[in-house]
């Protein structure tokens, strides 16, 4: 299990995270909702260790996070990170070379699911493309988690469709997924819990099955409720 405890942040006097917890289970699709600079990419990379925090705490099974054990987290930053001089067999090729838990099977079906060409140039990527690419980078390693910032920004309704796919099939099977979107209506049956942020501060986190059943709402209207009142 992800623990973020009483998580606080800020850059200079700015507050960005103020208090925040929350848990994501293995097997647990968990989303990240909020506006523009609710402060969802700043959680994730506090996760990854990427910015430090103020206080509270990050747990990874229980422990403080190490190199081996974030070696148990694919992380998908927003935009692809790799040279857009290399070619996108490079950057597989890279992937593999760096990190031990690759699984270059799963890379090779993923390319194929999202019909991308190895040989490509990533600079000649179009947006969505490149998105594409950078999600293969994340999902095909070995991890018992996954941190997915904006997955679907800049990928076509048809792809969004088919990567809403990957996420109820094999691909996630298991691990526990935290991830951030603008897109939430794509996946919203497929998200187990929902963590709304408001201004760095956690403002509502249910059980999206339980809010549909009980008060028959989908994850759309409870974000209306609470970022519109
Ligand atoms: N390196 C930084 N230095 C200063 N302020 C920053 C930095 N990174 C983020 N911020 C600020 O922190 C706040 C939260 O940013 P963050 O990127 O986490 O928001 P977000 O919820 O992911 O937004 P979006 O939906 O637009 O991607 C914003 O006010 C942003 O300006």
Redesign the pocket.
């Given at each position: 299990m992800i623990e973020v405890d009483k998580v606080s942040k800020g850059?200079a006097r700015?507050k960005?995270l103020r208090d925040v917890s929350f848990t994501v289970e293995k097997g647990q699709i968990v989303c990240l909702i909020?506006?523009?600079?609710?402060?969802?990419?700043?959680i994730l990379k506090a996760i990854m260790g990427l910015t430090p925090i103020r206080s509270g705490r990050i747990l990874v099974d229980g422990k403080k996070p190490d190199r081996r054990l974030y070696e148990r987290i694919g992380y998908v930053p927003?935009h692809l990170t790799m040279p857009s001089s290399m070619r996108a067999v490079d950057a597989l090729t890279f992937m593999e070379d760096f990190y031990p838990n690759w699984n270059a099977s799963r890379a090779a079906e993923l390319m194929s699911f999202f019909g991308l060409d190895f040989k490509e140039r990533i600079g000649n990527l179009s947006k969505g493309t490149a998105a594409k690419l950078n999600l293969v980078l994340g999902l095909a390693l070995d991890s018992d988690y996954i941190l997915m910032d904006?997955p679907f920004s800049g990928i076509d309704l048809f792809s969004r469709e088919r990567i809403a796919e990957l996420f109820s099939g094999d691909m996630i099977d298991g691990r526990g997924v935290l991830l951030?979107t603008?897109e939430v209506g794509d996946i919203e049956h497929l998200i187990d819990k929902a963590v709304i942020?408001n201004k760095g501060v956690v403002a509502r986190s249910f059980d999206c099955d339980r809010v549909r059943e009980e008060e028959g709402k989908s994850v759309v209207d409870m974000m209306r409720e609470v970022l519109q009142a």
């Open positions: 850059f700015k960005v909020g506006l523009n600079g609710a402060g969802k990419s700043t927003d904006e951030t603008h942020l």
